[in-house]
């Protein structure tokens, strides 16, 4: 273990597990103008204030909500093991970090999360993925990060603020390294035929390279006839879809619509349209708005996500965006069925966009809780563990 480093590989680790979309977002210029479901009348708040019970409606109690993280933590095995796979980098055997990517096999969404935390190990030192290049250059797991890591190390220069925004300078060093990038992950798709992952990395480029929807689709084609369920791959084209790239809200609800319908069980796919309501509210606070037209696919949305297994690393976060919208929507059982379910965490998107992200989550169930019938907890219900 490299002494004063461990702690920081795994702070960026833990931090990235359950994240695995995300990366390449510009920021938005307004934060939505919703209260996370508050209510417009004051006798209505008051209840919440004074009378809201939490263990009356199966909740926790207030005094144990947790901001520090989004759900309970990884398996300690886990983190060991992300743990020695970056000591062993770090160290300069690039062994452990293929051995650790390969035996994801063909679970694609998983390979993904893991090539993502090699990612951040390697922001860290990437002696050793030059190294692993070097002596397997026909390995694909390696070409599709070296790949990944063109397009994060682009984004870096430009940074998250709005194009207007980003100095002349910086936007053109990142649109000169962009075709590099592409470059790359065309050479790992070849390397590799069956790997999602290149077409990954080519549909991320593709959106700060301006591809038309035509040479956009051709992309995607290629990418879900070889993993058609593939979550992060899902993110990046709907952010390509969004208004404020290369699409318009239309063409984005369309396809998170798309994945809603089409998500297998198990998958955390229907996700996908939480996203766009949120995109929506990134960009003048109109998801609540949608989420109240949009109420059946909603519920949709929640049964597909009770399919998901409890420890897939983006369910935790989906059930916080869930909860809220459910709440816009005035689907207040439901709603309240997912912070149960959520238990005692509370650091996730919206509640944290607030200055106090326990005090918006506990608001934000007390108004679920309003509307419905008090029972005990419902038999059968779990919450996250702790």
Known sequence: MIPGVSLLVSALIIGLIGAVVGTYRTRSRSRSGSRFGGSARPAVDAWVRDSFVPAAYGLV??????????????????????????????????????????????????????????????????????????????????????????????????????????????????????????????????IDVRHPGPWVVMITAARALSYSHNQFRTLWAELTARAPYHYAGHWQALQYWCGKWHGSDRLMLDFARLAVERAPAGSPLAGMYLHALRELDSRGGTGGARARRSRALLERVAWSLGQVAPDNEALPRLRHLLAHYLLEARSHDAALEQFRLIGRWCGAQPWNESDDPVAAFDHARGLAAKHVKRQAHPKGTETMPL
């Not at 990884?74 to 160290?91: G, N």
């Not at 390696?142 to 890591?149: I, N, Q, R, V």
């Open 61 to 190: 109690p207030r005094e144990v909500l947790d901001a520090g993280r989004p759900g309970p933590a990884q398996p300690l095995h886990r983190i060991k093991e992300m743990q020695a796979v970056a000591d062993s980098a770090w160290s300069g055997d690039w062994r452990p970090a293929a051995s650790y990517v390969a035996a994801a096999g063909d679970d694609w969404d998983e390979r993904w999360s893991r090539t993502e935390v090699l990612q951040e190990i390697a922001c860290e030192d990437d002696a050793w993925l030059e190294a692993w290049r070097s002596e397997q250059p026909r390995n694909g797991d390696a070409a599709t990060l070296h790949a990944s890591m063109l397009v994060h190390r682009a984004w870096e220069i430009r940074g998250t603020a709005y194009a207007n925004e980003v100095p002349d300078e910086r936007m053109r060093q990142f649109r000169a390294m962009l075709p590099q990038a592409m470059n790359a992950a065309v050479d790992a798709s070849r």
